[in-house]
């Protein structure tokens, strides 16, 4: 298992269908990238998905963004098997699912051999503040540090959270606790839903470890050439 030294692309594999999401990554096989495969893809398309994708390139690493959110012998059951795919280099969960259910999740896979990293959603990037607050009555960036906090102490690997929180968490965590950040328009691109957005250079002077980029990519005329670009500017 091995965590992180420097920023890395997560590629989402959001399109209606495997043979455009195949097509895509086709595209971008020789690129050092992780793919993201999400609820979409993986309850359309299942593990054979992941299997194609591999074949593509068996070096691409996977991530498989389900958001696991339950009971804590639940979560810890559906992770497991996760892990016991053997395809998986990471997956996730909610953090908001509670500490000790995270906590049950780690005991449950700590001895699987290259178990996967685990991280965990603080909040989502599609809430804006007055939203969220509805939800969790208090504001984004307290809530998503002190939710970090809980997850680093339930020995999770990382947290998804977005951009603007990344150097708070990693000041109150770890500097090796991994950040994982969507929302990310690299070059100012347009947001869509996304209401907390940040490009590659806030990216970076936030020490985020992955940023996460699908419509960007994947609606681009040439997703190649954007891919490359990115990689150029990280
Ligand atoms: O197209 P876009 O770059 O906005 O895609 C972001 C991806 O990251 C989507 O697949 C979305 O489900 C995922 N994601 C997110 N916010 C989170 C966790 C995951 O946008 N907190």
Redo the contacts with the bound molecule.
Sequence with gaps: MSTKCEMKLCV?L?LPSAKENLALVQQIKDFDVWL?V???SFIRDGKNFLKDLKAINPNFKIFL?L?VHDIPNTMADAIEEIAKFGLIDMC?VHASAGQTAMKNVMDRIKDIPNRPLVIA??????FDNEEFKIVYNEDIKTKATKMALDTFNANIDGV???AYESFDIKKNTSKEFIT?C????PFGED????KR?ADIAFAKENLVDFI????????AEDPKEVVKKILENI
């Design positions: 989402s959001d993201k999400g609820l979409r963004d958001k996730n959603v603080t909040a989502l990037t599609s998804v959270c977005s994982l969507p929302g990310i328009r947001v869509g839903d996304q957005v996460v980029v699908g419509r960007p990519i994947y609606k």
